[in-house]
């Protein structure tokens, strides 16, 4: 029988199992490796982080779901990936062969790069739940005492729209609890304008995001690099157009979450701790194309966030391409059927779409935004926004967490976000 086994239980590596566990059936023998027993919603981290949910409700035990499944499963974790024995080493000491492999561990969050910076230091994380519950423990604590803020994304870092999400969902919740006035809050970005999020934006988001913020009392800086965190301040150097140094500043903070940049898991390299020739690009991205396949490794096959895409265009801080849910959906899918080609004596076919589709969440609002393709010039290139994009994430998040905790392989975002997206851009009549 052949064996898959897929690397990561995050909103790549899970999907990626129950679409195989769907085409292949009994054909396959099919084992995920994680390094936690539970899936995690990613995307509402934001929400925990100021307790709108606890880190327990965005999350789902794994070991049932897969049993049901009949799909292994071990949160022994990959300690080191061989693939010209194409094997997984494993950190119990165990070892997992295979015919066909996915990549799907998502980032290492390079907070080990800037000083100061991540839980071990004096910012805030939304990346994992347990940073987030972490912040929404310090939260509390903060509001009783509050002071000025900086929320932002660091230079490298490629995922923008939750530092958006994050530093607007404060606003609500700070104006909820009557206080929004005693925190002065200012937004740090490598963006080289606000609403870039990394695609050279999406419709009107420059303008729509500005306006946002400018209503909601919150100062931005632009081509930030972030020098050192503080405990009560961060230290930023802002650059010009032409990539030279404009002005250095130390912004106060009592309370601080910065995104980080991200590189490649550590498994991905080889015994003298370099990344596997081939593999990888120089951060540790794994390289593929849009059949998601690497090609110095035919059976090794990658989707989600530890795939490699080059930035979209120069800028004076350096920004990464970031990849969000749908894209994540379309690469499990490409992946799923070529594997399935393969087993079938066929060559791969499919490719991932790589379009952007994303719901920026304000807690009281919200932003849209479909880019097809992700960069531009593009075919469709839509933003809008309004209360009903927190409903839809709410829905999101719903179905995302439904699909997992009964192992369905149908897509969400495919299934029911581009639905509901289609029908709000008619009625809004704009058939972009
Ligand atoms: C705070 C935040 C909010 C986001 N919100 C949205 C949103 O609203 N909409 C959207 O479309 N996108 C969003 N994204 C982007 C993207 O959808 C998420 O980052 C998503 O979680 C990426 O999925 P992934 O499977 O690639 O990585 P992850 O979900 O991070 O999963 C990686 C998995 O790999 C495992 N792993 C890591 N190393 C190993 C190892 N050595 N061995 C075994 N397993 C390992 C991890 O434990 C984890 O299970 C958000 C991202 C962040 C950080």
């Known amino acids: 029988m052949t064996r898959i086994v897929v690397l990561g239980a995050g909103i790549g590596g899970v999907p990626m199992a129950f679409e195989l566990k769907e085409l292949l059936g009994r054909k396959a023998d099919i084992t995920v490796v994680s390094q936690t027993d539970y899936f995690q919603f990613v995307p509402s981290n934001p929400w925990v982080a100021?307790?709108?949910?606890?880190?327990?409700?965005?999350?789902?035990?794994?070991?049932?779901?897969?049993?049901?499944?009949?799909?292994?499963?071990?949160?022994?974790?990959?300690?080191?990936?061989?693939?010209?024995?194409n094997a997984v080493e494993l950190n119990d000491g165990s070892t997992l062969s295979y015919d066909y492999l996915v990549i799907a561990t998502g980032p290492h969050l390079a907070f080990d790069e800037v000083e100061g910076l991540g839980p071990n230091g004096y910012t805030k994380s939304v990346c994992h739940v347990d940073h987030a519950g972490l912040a929404g423990e310090r939260w509390e604590e903060f509001c009783k005492n509050p002071g000025p803020m900086v929320v932002g994304a660091v230079q490298g870092a490629s995922?923008?729209?939750?530092?958006?999400?994050?530093?607007?969902?404060?606003?609500?919740?700070?104006?909820?609890?009557?206080?929004?006035?005693?925190?002065?809050?200012?937004?740090?970005?490598?963006?080289?304008?606000?609403?870039h999020l990394g695609l050279g934006g999406v419709g009107d988001t420059k303008g729509m995001l500005e306006s946002i913020m400018r209503?909601?009392?919150?100062?931005?800086?632009?081509?930030?690099?972030?020098?050192?965190?503080?405990?009560?301040?961060?230290?930023?150097?802002?650059?010009?157009?032409?990539?030279?140094?404009?002005?250095?500043?130390?912004?106060?903070?009592?309370?601080?979450?910065?995104?980080?940049?991200?590189?490649?898991?550590?498994?991905?390299?080889?015994?003298?701790?370099?990344?596997?020739?081939?593999?990888?690009n120089p951060r540790g991205f794994v390289l593929v194309d849009r059949k998601q396949r690497n090609s110095k490794f035919p059976n090794i096959f990658s989707v989600g966030v530890c795939i490699?895409?080059?930035?979209?265009?120069?800028?004076?801080?350096?920004?990464?391409?970031?990849?969000?849910?749908?894209?994540?959906?379309?690469?499990?899918?490409?992946?799923?059927?070529?594997?399935?080609?393969?087993?079938?004596?066929?060559?791969?076919?499919?490719?991932?779409?790589?379009?952007?589709?994303?719901?920026?969440?304000?807690?009281?609002?919200?932003?849209?935004?479909?880019?097809?393709?992700?960069?531009?010039?593009?075919?469709?290139?839509?933003?809008?926004?309004?209360?009903?994009?927190?409903?839809?994430?709410?829905?999101?998040?719903?179905?995302f967490m439904r699909k997992v905790r009964k192992g369905l392989s149908e897509p969400v975002y495919e299934g029911v976000i581009m639905k509901a997206l289609g029908i709000v851009r008619l009625r809004a009549g704009k058939n972009a």
């Not at 935004?369 to 809008?384: T, Y």
């Open 159 to 195: 995922c923008f729209g939750p530092a958006y999400e994050y530093a607007l969902t404060v606003v609500a919740d700070l104006r909820k609890r009557k206080i929004r006035d005693r925190v002065p809050l200012t937004f740090v970005t490598s963006e080289p304008y606000i609403g």
């Open 50 to 85: 100021v307790n709108w949910r606890k880190p327990a409700d965005v999350k789902v035990s794994l070991p049932e779901v897969f049993k049901r499944l009949k799909i292994g499963f071990t949160s022994a974790g990959a300690k080191r990936l061989k693939p010209h024995e």
């Open 308 to 399: 490699a895409l080059p930035p979209f265009e120069p800028t004076p801080v350096p920004v990464g391409m970031p990849k969000t849910g749908y894209m994540i959906e379309s690469m499990c899918t490409a992946a799923a059927h070529n594997i399935r080609d393969l087993i079938m004596g066929r060559e791969p076919s499919h490719e991932g779409t790589w379009n952007a589709v994303c719901l920026a969440d304000f807690g009281d609002n919200g932003v849209a935004f479909i880019a097809q393709p992700q960069i531009p010039p593009r075919n469709v290139s839509w933003s809008a926004q309004g209360y009903w994009v927190h409903l839809a994430k709410v829905a999101y998040e719903k179905y």
């Open 215 to 280: 209503d909601r009392d919150i100062k931005w800086v632009t081509n930030a690099k972030v020098d050192r965190v503080n405990a009560d301040s961060v230290e930023i150097t802002e650059f010009n157009e032409d990539g030279t140094p404009k002005k250095s500043q130390k912004i106060a903070s009592n309370f601080t979450m910065l995104l980080p940049s991200f590189r490649g898991v550590d498994c991905l390299k080889d015994e003298d701790g370099k990344w596997i020739e081939g593999l990888t």
